[in-house]
């Protein structure tokens, strides 16, 4: 229907999704400007999907921003915007720098990836000697912050601003993280295959190579726009990285990731997904692992990586649980599992435990994390959003006496 190079600003019509995100709604408020004739929808021949009359999305933006005192000018989903040619997501599917990641995540692999959104063009970063550094803490995010406090306060070219130079930290930071969750010392082979063969599974290097690529970016979220945040003070980018990693630990960010594996388990426990999802209900409990605001449908993240599984496996008892909690949780919620499911899937396959899926998620996000940090300190902005007072009005009469 439209090509990569089409700009929102240009197009006549957008997608739910697109709309909802301009405005900084819900799909319901969607819904109701359009019962209320204050945006035009029309249908898709073949599809139950509509499109939204651009023009009217913008006019109800404009009104809405020209109010100062809207709630909906609050940080959440969809504000605020920042320029970025990094990642790019757009029906149902994602861009890394214009490449489909998807076809990215069946053919390269990780180190590829990080050249690619460093923009290193012909230099090779990881060609450099590995760091000498091991941890001596569990791996985890505690001990990735603590490693990467320590090696970048010895690095001489944390704060370089080369791109070659800057390059090269990056693919230091993304070693070290490597081995935080080995283990073991830094090696040359790539993040895939190290990882398989200190997790002592081999045969899941194709799958971890997958969603490895597949954690790398996925635009704004929360623990990209923190790392972005720092990076904008002028701190470098162990620092940066840091904040990232303090920000995906947040059981609303990537600590859905652990949250999920744990539904597995328990499917796995009672040897019948449908069950472990009831129970779960039944409880009054959360069903981690479902759901995306930026897809309409399914996370194309969780599919690719449950399709690499797949390949690599066939007929695995635990695919087929994970498809019964899968075909479950959307009967309950109607929503399609995303990426924390998938890497739960992936460490539930081979017996690995909540850290080493979460380590995917952390060692394959580090990626995008240093581009965002890259991009945000060439851009020399500093982000410092203005907060809207909602607390007692000022009263000169008391003084500083209490009341």
Known sequence: MRGLSDSPDTRSWLSALEAAAELNVSRATLYAYVSRGLLESQGQPGSRKRLYAATDVRRL???????????????????????????????????YRGRD?????RSADLETVAGLLWQTDDLDPFAAPPPDITPDTPAGIPAAIATLARAGAHDVTAHARTSAARAKTAARILRLMIVVWTGEAASLRPAHVTLAEAWKVPEAA????????????????????????????????????????ATLEGPRHGGQ??????????AVRLGDGRAAVLERLQRGD??????????????????????????????????????????????????????????ATLAATWALGPAQALGLFAIGRT???LAHAAE??????L??????YTGPDPRTDHGNRQP
Not at 376 to 381: D, P
């Open 61 to 95: 933006r404009a009104a809405r921003d020209a109010d100062t005192d809207a709630p909906e000018r609050a940080l959440s989903f969809g504000a605020p915007l920042l320029d970025s040619a990094i990642t790019l997501i757009r029906d149902g599917r994602f861009y």
């Open 101 to 105: 990641a998807l076809a990215l995540a």
């Open 206 to 245: 194709p799958a971890i190579r997958t969603a490895l690529i597949l954690c790398a970016d996925h635009e704004l979220n929360a623990s990209a726009f923190a790392v972005r945040v720092a990076a904008s003070t002028g701190a470098g980018p162990y620092a940066s990285v840091i904040a990232g990693l």
């Open 257 to 266: 990731t652990p949250q999920t594996l744990a539904l597995i388990d328990e």
């Open 286 to 343: 959360s069903l981690p692992g479902f759901g995306h605001r930026l897809y309409d449908g399914a996370d194309p993240r969780a599919e690719a990586i449950r399709a690499s599984l797949r390949a690599s496996v066939g007929d695995h008892p635990v695919l087929s649980l994970t498809d019964a909690v899968a075909d479950t949780g959307r009967e309950a919620t109607g929503l399609f599992p995303n990426l924390d499911f998938g890497l």
């Open 367 to 369: 990626v995008g994390w």
């Open 376 to 381: 945000q300190t060439a851009s020399g902005a």
């Open 383 to 388: 982000i410092r959003p203005r907060a809207r």
